[in-house]
């Protein structure tokens, strides 16, 4: 006879829950304050946490509008991937592009764009999470390959947005040579010397960072993103200890020098034309002065400007 006997009791089965009066989507719980807020604050605070300033995921869509001053004009929204492998995993790719297409409205995880950045004329790139991960097909790969030569032959800078869990595994190898071509056409922008910023964004992660995320001019991420190459799970199976505390977090990283600057998103457009300024970028749009004064004068004539022999 055993010594000590559990009483069991039979599991009562969930009571049916009221149904809710408030409809769906029209509050946000924070997942780090756990702060109930109005969806509505939520977009006018750029999908940052009034409270504890947690910066939830931004389409690229809504990144954009971010970051540039007015309308943009998108380039190449047309290519789309055609499954080169014919794969399938636990479903086939093509209904994966189906679905993602579908939920997003674009053909593949990423925009292009040139537009102005506070009156800067510049190309940007914004990957989107909710296609696939904003993983890094051959779509993505050429489309910032063909933004960045667009750059080159504008003459005007460079800044992609990353927000990805790395290449695209429905698309093996090609879309690993994607890392390479867009790293030679970044050579290619830094030898025209033309400034390049990324900006890293939650989680910017495997073949990303392993390429172009990496090779700003200006590395630029937002607090406390997920930035690294494997994650933190296979790193501590493969070297059986824990890791440190915010590990492969944006402020840890630019405490190891993996980072220049960790920005919030609200201040993040003011902090990459500061930059872009630096580096000789002018100002080609008149804008309405900016409250700071921190505008500096252009190091050479506005494009816009009329030749002195045109008249
Ligand atoms: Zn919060």
Redesign the pocket.
Known sequence: MAWFKKARTPMTAPSKEKPSRVPEGLWVK?P??A?VIYNKDLATNLNV?P????HFRLSATDRLRTLFDADWVEHDRDLASTDPLNFTDTKPYKSRLKASKAATGLEDAIITASGTIDGISAVVAAMEYEFIGGSMGVVVGEKIARAIERAIGERRPVVIVCCSGGARMMEGALSLMQMAKVCGALARLDRARLPYVAVLTDPTTGGVTASFAMLGDLNIAEPKALIGFAGPRVIEQTIGQKLPEGFQRSEFLLEKGMLDLVVDRREMKAAIANALRFMGCVTTVSQPPAVSGTATPPLRAAETEPAPHAS
């Open positions: 924070c780090d304050c702060q946490c409270k504890c300033a947690h």
